[in-house]
Each structure stands twice: as structure tokens, then as C-alpha cells.
């Protein structure tokens, strides 16, 4: 932030300001893209564990149902995802840059958040995936 200029660039997509001063919209395959770089884990890993740790079929009738589960709230989250894009675009359409009083709005918050949610969904579902690829040994428990 040099010379008191704040940029886009400054803020990461999960926060408002990223969106309020013209960060780019990153579509979905492109949250996954920076998911596989980032090395993160799931804040819900502890919980997936417990889920690993049945004994089978339970173990992978669960880890099936959670994934389902999980799939399910991605859609939605990019559905409207896709809606707080389009109100974006108006809103950038309608926005005076010489407007004295410039602040977030709240298609900015929302874009964030829906950014955050499909950022953590596909987080889940990659641990969830390496979770479900690797069989436990018959042995294990």
C-alpha cells in the first residue's frame, strides 16, 4: 500500500474491499486452482477424521454422505454466487469513482462470503477425496 493507495490487489477475494475496488470475479475452477496451491486443510478435518476412524461399511457410508452433503451445498453456493455476481456488475455500472463517499456495499459483503463458502466447500471435498482414496487396512482401527 504505497502512498496511502489502496488497489484491489491489496485484499484477498475473501474480503469486501477486493470486490469494491474492482478486484476480478474469480470464477469457481479458478477458486479450485487456488485451493491446489494454497496447502490448507479443511477446518472441519477433525470431524472428517472421526467420520474415517468407523469401522466399515459405516466409515465409507458416511464419508459418501458427507460428500454428498457437500456437493450439494457447492451448487447452491455457486448458484448464488452467480446471482451476487450479476448484481455486482450492475452495481460497478452504477457507481460514481467521483462520488465523495465511497464505502462497501453490501453485494460487496455478499460476494465475499460466497467466495468464502465455495473456497471452504471444495476445501472439504479435496480432504474428504484424499480421505476416501486412501482404504484402510483391514486391520486398522
Same mark, same amino acid.
Given at each position: 500500500?504505497?502512498?496511502?493507495?489502496?488497489?484491489?490487489?491489496?485484499?484477498?477475494?475473501? %474480503? +469486501?474491499?477486493? =470486490?469494491?475496488?474492482?478486484?476480478?470475479?474469480?470464477? +469457481?475452477? #479458478?477458486? *479450485?486452482?487456488? !485451493?491446489?496451491?494454497?496447502?490448507?486443510?479443511? =477446518?472441519?478435518?477433525?470431524?472428517?477424521? #472421526?467420520?474415517?476412524? *468407523?469401522?466399515?461399511?459405516?466409515?465409507?457410508?458416511?464419508?459418501?454422505?458427507?460428500?454428498?452433503? !457437500?456437493?450439494?451445498?457447492?451448487? @447452491?453456493?455457486?448458484? !448464488?454466487? #452467480?446471482?451476487?455476481?450479476?448484481?455486482?456488475?450492475?452495481? @460497478?455500472?452504477?457507481?460514481?469513482?467521483?462520488? +465523495?463517499?465511497?464505502?462497501?456495499?453490501?453485494? %460487496?459483503?455478499?460476494?465475499?462470503? *460466497?467466495?468464502?463458502?465455495? =473456497?471452504?466447500?471444495?476445501?472439504?471435498?479435496? =480432504?474428504?477425496?484424499?480421505?476416501?482414496? *486412501?482404504?484402510?487396512?483391514?486391520?486398522?482401527?
Amino acid at each position: 500500500m504505497n502512498n496511502n493507495t489502496v488497489t484491489a490487489l491489496d485484499f484477498s477475494p475473501a %474480503h +469486501p474491499w477486493y =470486490y469494491f475496488l474492482g478486484g476480478i470475479v474469480l470464477p +469457481p475452477k #479458478r477458486i *479450485k486452482n487456488l !485451493i491446489d496451491d494454497s496447502g490448507r486443510e479443511s =477446518y472441519r478435518a477433525e470431524e472428517f477424521e #472421526r467420520l474415517n476412524r *468407523k469401522a466399515e461399511p459405516q466409515r465409507s457410508e458416511s464419508l459418501r454422505l458427507m460428500k454428498d452433503k !457437500i456437493k450439494q451445498d457447492l451448487e @447452491r453456493d455457486i448458484s !448464488i454466487y #452467480r446471482t451476487v455476481v450479476r448484481e455486482l456488475n450492475i452495481e @460497478r455500472g452504477k457507481r460514481s469513482v467521483s462520488s +465523495p463517499f465511497r464505502m462497501c456495499d453490501d453485494v %460487496h459483503t455478499s460476494m465475499s462470503l *460466497k467466495y468464502c463458502h465455495i =473456497y471452504n466447500d471444495l476445501l472439504h471435498l479435496k =480432504y474428504l477425496e484424499n480421505m476416501a482414496s *486412501k482404504q484402510m487396512d483391514l486391520f486398522d482401527l
